[in-house]
């Protein structure tokens, strides 16, 4: 008979490692903190496991990101310039197309409020109703209707920013 850990493991991982790559955008980063995710599960033993790793990975999302804010303010003292996004060269065009896709997605997704993003997010981790109400502290009954104002809101600022660069594009031609 598999542990109930383990099988929470083999249901939920790849559910986390998404969860944590929509938050940090690095898909290394986002494994090697759900392993860590799954560490202090095995640790802590909770009582309601799945909802308990997807707070504890939103938990290491948010240290991870407020990290990496310092690391940047930290490069920037160094170097006495501001710090530069790294240009990664495509291996071709369905992956500069994908690389578009994601951070249109991105750009969306940081137009939504924090409550919104983590609640689209956690329902995309394949969490229940239930589980989401849990993790984000709303009510159950207000799960749903926050999550069908946030996929609107999404799609909203989505369109508002291809507008947008669509208007750019042609001013600029």
Not at 24 to 49: G, I, N, S, T, Y
Not at 85 to 108: I, L, S, T, W, Y
Not at 126 to 151: D, H, K, N
């Amino acid at each position: 008979m598999r542990d109930e850990l383990e099988t929470l493991y083999l249901t939920t991982y790849a559910a986390v490692v998404r969860f944590l790559y929509r938050k940090v955008w690095d898909a290394d980063r986002a494994e090697d903190l759900a392993q860590e995710v799954f560490v202090r599960a095995m640790r802590h033993r909770p009582e309601k496991p799945r909802a308990w790793v997807f707070a504890v990975a939103a938990n290491l999302a948010r240290d991870e990101a407020r990290s990496a804010i310092r690391r940047r303010k930290h490069l920037t003292l160094l170097t006495n310039e501001p710090t530069q996004r790294r240009q990664v060269e495509p291996d071709g065009e369905e992956n500069v197309e994908h690389d578009e896709k994601m951070e249109k997605v991105r750009a969306a997704l940081a137009e939504l409020s924090q409550r919104d993003r983590e609640v689209l997010l956690l329902w995309d981790a394949g969490l229940s109703y239930p589980e989401i109400a849990e993790q984000s502290g709303l009510a159950v009954g207000a799960v749903g209707t926050t999550l069908a104002r946030a996929r609107k809101r999404l799609i909203e600022a989505h369109d508002r920013n291809e507008l947008e660069r669509k208007r750019a594009h042609a001013a600029h031609s």
